[in-house]
DNA sequence: AAAGGGCTCAACCGCATAATT
DNA sequence: TAATTATGCGGTTGAGCCCTT
């Protein structure tokens, strides 16, 4: 196993960055902590003077030692195999990366380094005056337009090489001439080495077209449920032949209705925008609004109609597509006599599970009338595999068991604050009830789909999935959602 | 073959938000 | 708490390609 050089120290050094500093040699990831931050003076640079000698443990792979425990430093000493990079373990954000290089060079053979290394020390030691400020993004010369060959090797040898700690800090360290921000889009867009090449499948496209149907423009937050893609490649696939098809085929490619009724909804709502703007101190009683609104009639073999029924009636100027079917979930969940199952063409999302267990299997599935039905296909098509990878942006751990299970788990475990709130709260939730289903069947959801073929679930491995989620929702629904965060729904749910 | 228009897609821009001081 | 900076996201742009005339 390398090892840090034994004779490495840290004096006489002047954090800049208060808190942590991260170094990876070969095989071995170092990271400085320091605790509290070291302030520069007499007292504290002697102190410094004494933390000499450090050596590291010898420990066992990815296994965590601390081997010193001085007063202000922490060193903790990760082995890592070569191929993997820091960006591998999943850092937190690091304000600042820099190392020791002059105690380095100091204390060890330069030999002891590639150039590569060389290099990346000496820039990583250029600390900026001013305390976490980076001087990346300051006006420079800086090179635009498309990237070069050159430019691409530079950046894959170095994120591969030292991660993207910082991308800020990326360029300089690359000698790129580009912004950070630029580093970053060219490495998600089109460097990654998992990025998925070539043209959308059908089934992608039958996804990405349900998922805008709930998501609205969110981008990325489709892409998470595309492995593969990026947000960038798949908001050019909408503009460019999605949105075509959808009018094609008669259906409004921004409300997902018929383009008809869209555009009656349109004349609608330019009328009645006349109208209060024309009479601006007549207060329009929102009874009144909203019995007009209702009186649009909705297609029977057009559930999507229904749904933006109740967006209608629960926000008559319906900002985004999600805000609206979230307030159609609110006025939903507070009538306890309408069946939300018939309500949202997404009968899977929360309200199926309302429907007995014993329903599960087939709730959010057959039960669920859907515009794009090939969708319904194409999720028994998609593999487990793939889509286990889909949601990057969530503490997600991927539990594969001999007995064929596979799923995803939000983490962390148990809030029922989460159950059935926000779209992937929703979308767990219904998840685990389809799995609970009396068939071993195929369940597909929102683009999750699990083969249960095992009692997993009914062996309590997952108790929060126990929660009656009607109640849950109704109780939590209760507050106030338009003080929400629309965001705050998306990743954390409604709060309890 | 050349011109023109449409399309694709990589990249940029501006804004919002989070993080930090 | 305000100011500053980094990051992420969605809208937009424009270069290059392809197809049609």
Redesign the pocket.
Known sequence: MHVFPHNACLLPCYFY??DLVVYQHHNMMVQFILSPPLKEGKESRGEKENLTGLQPLDCDLFSLSLSLSLSHVLLLLIPIPSSVLLRSLCLP?I?FCTFLSSQLSRNSSPADYSADEQEFLLHSSRVSPE???????HKQKL?????SPEEDEKLIKHITTYGHV???SVPKQADLQRC???C???WI??LRPDLKRGAFSDQEEDLIIELHAVLG?????IATRLPGRT???I???W???IK?KLKQRGIDPNTHKPLAEAEAAEDQASKSSERTSSSCDLKVPIAILESTTDAVPTSSSMPMLDKHAVERKASKNSATPMKCFFLGQFIASQDVSSDPATIFPLAELSFAADCSRSHAATAGLSVCPNPYGRLLEMNQDLSCNTLSTGFP?TPTAVISTSMGLRTNINLPPYNPAHVCAGIDGIRYSDAVYSSNSSQSSISSVGGIEMQNSSPFFDNGFLPWLELTPDTDTRVQLEGEPEDL?W?EFLEDGFPS
């Open positions: 960055c208060h954000s304000p305390m976490g400020r980076h001087t990346c993004c090179r635009k337009g498309l990237w910082c991308w800020s950070g921000k630029s970053r889009l060219r867009n089109y423009n969110r981008w990325s937050q947000d960038n490649e908001k050019n696939f503009n460019s032949c075509k942006s965060k965001s």
